[in-house]
T-cell receptor
Framework: EAGVVQSPRYKIIEKKQPVAFWCNPISGHNTLYWYLQNLGQGPELLIRYENEEAVDDSQLPKDRFSAERLKGVDSTLKIQPAELGDSAVYLC?????????????FGEGSRLTVL | GDSVTQMEGPVTLSEEAFLTINCTYT??????LFWYVQYPGEGLQLLLKATKADDKGSNKGFEATYRKETTSFHLEKGSVQVSDSAVYFCALKGAGGTSYGKLTFGQGTILTVHP
């Protein structure tokens, strides 16, 4: 069974440019998460979807970040315009429902470098 | 809100040494507790979990016991190997209120095992 797939794995852009990351979760997983991981720190939740609905986006900087999951499967995370401080790894994860005991399965992440 | 605190690293051990990585948490209700591991160049993967008080999670020789009285979930292994070198993250999944279903991570502990 395929795991969580993310692309691109690496992206280098100049500040003020836009960037987008794509995530394909494990088949059948209706809960999808985007996390931000800065160097030397633990992942921090940006947004969580239950099917198409964003049920927790309280940590998403909405002035420059946006996300969508139009058909309840794949998801895209966009940053426009990117800033130097956005350099980090963006992780996508999925799980079987958002209940409190289930594990999350993570992709390998998309590493963003903003110059 | 929920939070997880891990012992500061990095931790450096010789092969066959005993390992303890401390983890304490703050949460409302009865969260589920997890240890995730990130090997060099790979994505986060679940190491073990415990979903209720006094449960012991175990995998690959690692163990952790859910201690509600001390709000702790310390990771232990009796004899580490070079292949255990990785970053270890303690995490909790909220069980109530606005934290329900949300996975919150500690800052991670880097483990290096020398032959």
């Amino acid at each position: 069974e395929a795991g969580v797939v993310q692309s691109p794995r690496y992206k280098i852009i100049e500040k003020k440019q836009p960037v987008a990351f794509w995530c394909n979760p494990i088949s059948g997983h209706n809960t999808l998460y985007w996390y931000l991981q800065n160097l030397g720190q633990g992942p921090e939740l940006l947004i969580r979807y239950e099917n198409e609905e964003a049920v927790d986006d309280s940590q998403l900087p909405k002035d420059r970040f946006s996300a969508e999951r139009l058909k309840g499967v794949d998801s895209t995370l966009k940053i426009q315009p990117a800033e130097l401080g956005d350099s980090a790894v963006y992780l996508c994860a999925s799980s079987l429902g958002g209940h409190s005991t289930g594990e999350l399965f993570f992709g390998e992440g998309s590493r963003l470098t903003v110059l | 809100g929920d939070s997880v605190t891990q012992m500061e690293g990095p931790v450096t051990l010789s092969e066959e040494a005993f390992l303890t990585i401390n983890c304490t948490y703050t949460a409302t209700g009865y969260p589920s507790l997890f240890w995730y591991v990130q090997y060099p160049g790979e994505g986060l993967q679940l190491l073990l979990k415990a979903t209720k008080a006094d449960d012991k999670g175990s995998n690959k020789g690692f163990e952790a016991t859910y201690r509600k009285e001390t709000t702790s979930f310390h990771l232990e292994k009796g004899s580490v190997q070079v292949s255990d070198s990785a970053v270890y993250f303690c995490a909790l999944k909220g069980a109530g209120g606005t934290s329900y279903g949300k996975l919150t991570f500690g800052q991670g502990t880097i483990l290096t095992v020398h032959p």
